[in-house]
């Protein structure tokens, strides 16, 4: 449920393009440390699987199935690491980055524009001092 207590005309959300552009490389970049590491154990407990017989051997296998499936789902496959959570999560944290960055400059081209003085004349409409012309005071047929 809803907490009734939030005032959104207080709220502030602050974004930073570049530092979200920076934890999505972090976060790349971390998931690649974690992946190569978790590699070095699979090879590693791969080479002991010659030593186990019996029971041993069939619950290593199972164990083995079981980390292959929650590797796949964390970090996709070599040739498809979209198939992983946090490649996902790492590109769409750099897609958010783009969308904010894109945002603000459109937002800062358009006051650029809006500020903009340096246009000819006839591109601009003439400024109505008259008060007798203006929407407040005209008068409409009735």
Do not use: C
């Not at 207080?10 to 934890?23: A, D, E, R, W």
């Not at 958010?96 to 601009?124: H, P, Q």
């Amino acid at each position: 449920m809803a907490d009734d207590s939030t005032n959104y005309d207080v709220s502030v959300l602050k974004i930073s393009p570049s530092g979200m552009n920076t934890v999505a490389g972090n976060l790349h970049d971390l998931g690649q440390a974690v992946s190569d590491s978790l590699v070095t154990i699979n090879n590693t407990l791969s080479g002991l699987r010659v030593a186990w017989q019996g029971k041993a051997a069939s619950d290593a296998d199972d164990l083995n199935k079981e980390w292959v499936r929650v590797m796949t789902e964390l970090f996709g496959t070599k040739d498809d690491p979209s198939k992983g959570v946090l490649p996902t999560l790492a590109d769409g944290v750099g897609m958010v980055s783009a969308n904010y960055s894109a945002a603000e400059d459109g937002i800062t081209d358009l006051f650029k524009n809006f500020a903009d003085t340096s246009g000819s004349s006839k591109d601009k409409p003439d400024a109505v001092t008259d008060t007798n012309k203006t929407a407040v005071t005209m008068t409409f047929p009735g």
